[in-house]
């Protein structure tokens, strides 16, 4: 099984300050077709999941510009360029080469 | 605007099977293109998938919970279904149904419900 790690597992963050999350894979997420199947996911209190960024950089549809999604082979940071209150909530990675696994979740909060 | 909304019962006794729905509202299960999947999570854990339906009706398990598992799909309810069976206490968990998309490209878990809490208990 592929094992994905994420650090830190919280933050805090004054609003208009960047956040970074960090995520190493296991093994290569570089899939023979030239894609990287890493995906980011927000998961705000009392809501449905919701999808950030998949295939390592693709902004998902209605998801803010400040968020931006980088890296390759097996470490990918996610980035928030300015923090904001709505962005509260715990965030995870995902790789979908091999089946799916999870990150264990970053928290981030509001200072 | 689709939705989906998880439901079944909030405890299961040990042994029994669980059985939750996944009901899709403002779009069709038919619609071409999807597949619909459940996660789950364990109490104060990350996130674990339990497998996938396509709109064809093919499926795909996590292979740790495969023996245990059957998922179906109701085109004229509109929504899709999973059945574990012989359920013990690591089964508790909120569970999750999700949709993901291969229209124009391979897009994982786009749209997500809730969750529903289950409760393996005697």
């Known amino acids: 099984d592929i094992v994905m790690t994420q650090t830190p597992l919280s933050l805090s963050v004054t609003p208009g300050q960047p956040a970074s999350i960090s995520c190493k894979s296991s093994q290569s997420l570089l899939y023979t077709d030239g894609k990287t199947y890493l995906s980011w996911y927000l998961h705000k209190p009392g809501q449905a999941p919701q999808l950030l960024i998949y295939?390592?950089?693709n902004r998902f549809s209605g998801v803010p510009d400040r968020f931006s999604g980088g890296g390759s082979g097996t470490d990918f940071t996610l980035k928030i360029s300015r923090v904001e209150a709505e962005d509260v909530g715990v965030y995870y990675c995902?790789?979908?080469?091999?089946?799916?696994?999870f990150g264990q979740g970053t928290k981030l909060e509001i200072k | 605007q689709v939705q989906l909304q998880e439901s079944g019962p909030g405890l299961v006794k040990p042994s029994q099977t669980l059985s939750l729905t996944c009901m899709i509202s403002g779009g069709s299960i038919s619609g071409g293109g999807y597949y619909w999947s459940w996660i789950r999570q364990h109490p104060g854990t990350g996130l674990e998938w339990i497998g996938y339906i396509f709109d064809t009706g093919n499926t795909h398990y996590n292979p740790s919970l495969q023996s245990r598992l059957t998922f179906t799909l109701d085109r004229s309810k509109n929504q899709f279904s999973l059945k574990l069976s012989s359920v013990t206490a690591a089964d508790t968990a909120v569970y999750f149904c999700?949709?993901?998309?291969?229209?124009?490209?391979?897009?994982?878990?786009?749209?997500w419900g809730r969750g529903t809490l289950v409760t393996v208990s005697s």
């Open positions: 995902m790789q979908s080469i091999e089946l799916y696994t």
């Open positions: 999700a949709r993901g998309s291969y229209r124009s490209s391979l897009v994982p878990f786009d749209l």
């Open positions: 295939e390592v950089s």
